[in-house]
């Protein structure tokens, strides 16, 4: 829509270096947190009719250009998420556990699996002497049996190959015990996890679900009528703000991910970017999202929002926002040092 660009800044803050090309400011900036493109008249609380009648300016726009503009951003941080997984799924096809065989994938550390003795592959042949036939199966006995709040331990008779053409059969006690995430019983295994390759249309359809899902989980965080719900069951699908780190923890899930290989690091920048879309299409003042919502209001009423009341939540949000983030960044810290 020609909107002249006065600044394109990679980072915040003071500036360190930068040129001028085409009456754009380029510069890096000394907080590397994200970045920013400046447009002109792009403030809403500029009253000056000088400028709001100057070419090139965003405040001349009619508010559905406005709006366009203001999701472009958020729309290509989704856009960049699905395009790194849509690349990484046609390499590497995608994951799914075995559930058609009885046989252990993952076991988790200290787990009482782990403490217990068992090892990846094994395969669970019965649960408290009953059949086990496929991971489904041993799942439903498996909870059956620990529901009984009298059965403090269970028994697992396992095939395990030690040497090559060398299979051992051995039972196994293990005392499970309560995750409070999960909200259930659990010995800490998980099934084997398989990687398939598919065709173009199946990996497209497969990245968009993916990325619904995601979107999904995340909106769940705001949906506060959780806390008002009695259904134990509903609340324990729910997802804890708990969640949430900030750009420290952001910054140690990248370096765990790049140190364990390049398609977890695909992985966890996709995930950022589709975050950071999510998290600016929030109807927040000061965010994308507040910007659509004042604008799409404004059409729909035909007049300007006074000004005033906006000016005094925008600054409730910051120092709102500002709080928040000295908060989340002092619990990532915390959590590290612990």
Not at 199 to 216: A, D, E, M, P
Request: aromatic share 14%; glycine share 6%.
């Amino acid at each position: 829509f020609k909107v002249k660009i006065e600044k394109f800044s990679i980072g915040f803050g003071k500036e360190l270096y930068g040129w001028t090309k085409n009456g754009t400011r380029y510069c890096f900036s000394l907080i590397p947190f994200g970045g920013f493109v400046k447009m002109k008249g792009e403030s809403i609380f500029e009253n000056n009719l000088a400028e709001t009648d100057d070419i090139g300016s965003f405040a001349i726009l009619k508010n559905w250009k406005k709006i366009l503009i203001v999701i472009s951003g958020p729309f290509m941080n989704i856009i960049f998420a699905f395009f790194i997984l849509v690349i990484l799924t046609a390499f590497t096809g995608i994951k799914y556990f075995d559930l058609e065989n009885p046989n252990i994938g993952k076991i988790l550390e200290n787990s009482p699996a782990q403490i217990a003795g068992l090892k990846s592959n094994d395969q669970i042949l019965k649960i408290n002497d009953e059949n086990v036939y496929n991971w489904n199966d041993y799942t439903e006995k498996f909870d059956n049996i620990v529901s009984n709040e009298n059965q403090e331990n269970i028994t697992l008779t396992i095939r395990r190959l030690n040497h090559p053409q060398v299979l051992e059969e051995k039972t196994i006690r293990i005392i499970p015990e309560y995750n409070n995430e999960f909200k259930r019983k659990m010995i800490g295994i998980s099934p084997i996890l398989k990687n398939k390759k598919i065709g173009i249309f199946k990996n497209l359809y497969f990245t968009t679900l993916t990325l619904f899902k995601i979107s999904r989980h995340f909106y769940k965080l705001f949906d506060f009528s959780k806390y008002f719900n009695s259904n134990k069951q509903e609340k324990n699908d729910t997802i804890s703000f708990n969640n949430i780190i900030g750009p420290i923890g952001i910054l140690f899930e990248i370096q765990k991910a790049f140190t364990d290989n390049l398609e977890a690091f695909a992985h966890i920048i996709a995930l950022i970017s589709l975050n950071l879309g999510l998290v600016n299409l929030l109807p927040l003042p000061i965010l994308d999202g507040g910007y659509i919502l004042i604008f799409f209001t404004e059409f729909i009423i035909r007049k300007k929002i006074n000004r005033k009341f906006l000016y005094a939540i925008f600054n409730i949000m910051i120092l709102f926002l500002i709080l928040f983030m000295i908060f989340i960044t002092l619990r990532d810290l915390l959590s590290r040092v612990s």
